[in-house]
T-cell receptor, first 115, second 113 residues
């Protein structure tokens, strides 16, 4: 079945360590996104990529980095510079259906806890 | 610059009653709007959309209304069921060619049996 796979589901790290969250899709979508969810703050965009080897900062990119070397993969690295890294991270990819509506497909998220 | 705002962080309704979730927007040039539903510890899933040339779109128990003059849309769920308890996000399309997709803050709906 086609979909988006985020791994691992839960991740624990010590403060000061970088950590990379995996996101793989087999939907043949060009665009991919990273969001984080915090209580009461909805979904905030970290980075997005419309095509391989290209990506743009979202609203809260500080302390994060990404790469897009393959169409299927869009890993997110949470660096030690990120002040509040503990959150629920969601990866998504998108395609445009025939009507032109952008349809976003999400993975099931990774819960990162930094202590 | 918040393009969409969901001013009610939470809503509680009785099973069988109507749930109304609201979303205000600022850009009158949006072509359509999307609603997503999210359960805890899962990714959001697409629920329903509405084109800006329509004022209503219905899909089963879910209806979205668009009031362009007020720059306001609302999602109605009738009748509400306990399984509808989730966080609901509204989202406009990306602006220009940026591909940047922004969501509202979300409204947590609780449907009580």
């Amino acid at each position: 079945d086609g979909g988006i796979t985020q791994s691992p589901k839960y991740l624990f790290r010590k403060e000061g360590q970088n950590v990379t969250l995996s996101c793989e899709q087999n939907l043949n979508h060009d665009a991919m996104y990273w969001y984080r969810q915090d209580p009461g703050q909805g979904l905030r965009l970290i980075y997005y990529s419309q095509i391989v080897n290209d990506f743009q900062k979202g609203d809260i990119a500080e302390g994060y980095s990404v790469s897009r070397e393959k169409k299927e993969s869009f890993p997110l690295t949470v660096t030690s510079a990120q002040k509040n890294p503990t959150a629920f991270y969601l990866c998504a990819s998108s395609s445009r259906v025939r009507t032109g509506v952008l349809s976003l497909h999400f993975g099931n998220g990774t819960r990162l806890t930094v202590t | 610059d918040q393009q969409v705002k969901q001013n009610s962080p939470s809503l509680s309704v009785q099973e069988g009653r109507i749930s109304i979730l609201n979303c205000d927007y600022t850009n009158s040039m949006f072509d359509y709007f999307l609603w997503y539903k999210k359960y805890p510890a899962e990714g959001p899933t697409f629920l329903i959309s509405i084109s800006s040339i329509k004022d209503k779109n219905e899909d089963g128990r879910f209806t979205v209304f668009l009031n362009k003059s007020a720059k306001h849309l609302s999602l109605h769920i009738v009748p509400s069921q306990p399984g509808d308890s989730a966080v609901y996000f509204c989202a406009p399309p990306p602006t220009g060619n940026t591909g940047k997709l922004i969501f509202g803050q979300g409204t947590t709906l609780q449907v009580k049996p």
